[in-house]
């Protein structure tokens, strides 16, 4: 596996022991249908929450925040739709943003609560 999928995969892992230690339930990781993806489908309070991980070794150039575009929210939403209607779920949804920086096992762990709200399109 290539270094940078490694420490993707590292980030993930981080980002879950996170959410589970502030009391989130964890639906689902890495949900897949079609050409669509979710890292992390959680619940907390009645509310589904889904949350886009994003690993870095450092952020000397840019915030790993940074690397979620419009583009990129458009596609988390629609992945976000089909698994709603796909569990038939009725609750609120929230979208968050988790950054991982760093190296383990001293990961610096930021959650972005709300970071984006789906755009009309």
């Known amino acids: 596996m290539a270094k940078h999928n ?3 995969k590292q980030g993930e892992e981080a980002a879950i022991r996170h959410l589970i230690n502030q009391g989130y339930v964890i639906r689902h990781q890495n949900w897949r249908r079609g050409h669509l993806e ?6 907390k309070d009645d509310t589904l929450i889904v949350v886009e991980v994003k690993t870095r070794s450092n952020d ?3 915030k790993p ?3 979620v575009t419009l583009k990129k929210i458009k596609h988390i939403v629609r992945a976000a739709d089909t698994y709603i209607k796909l569990f038939q779920l ?5 979208f968050d943003i988790i ?4 190296a383990e ?9 709300e970071a984006f709200y789906s755009p009309i399109f």
Do not use: Q, S, Y
């Not at 950054?99 to 760093?102: E, K, L, P």
């Not at 096992?105 to 609560?113: A, D, R």
């Open 38 to 43: 979710l890292d992390i489908i959680a619940a």
């Open 65 to 67: 925040e940074d690397a």
């Open 99 to 102: 950054t991982v920086t760093g």
């Open 6 to 8: 490694e420490l993707g």
């Open 105 to 113: 096992p001293n990961f610096k762990i930021e959650h972005l609560e």
């Open 90 to 94: 009725d609750n609120p949804v929230r």
């Open 60 to 62: 000397f150039f840019a």
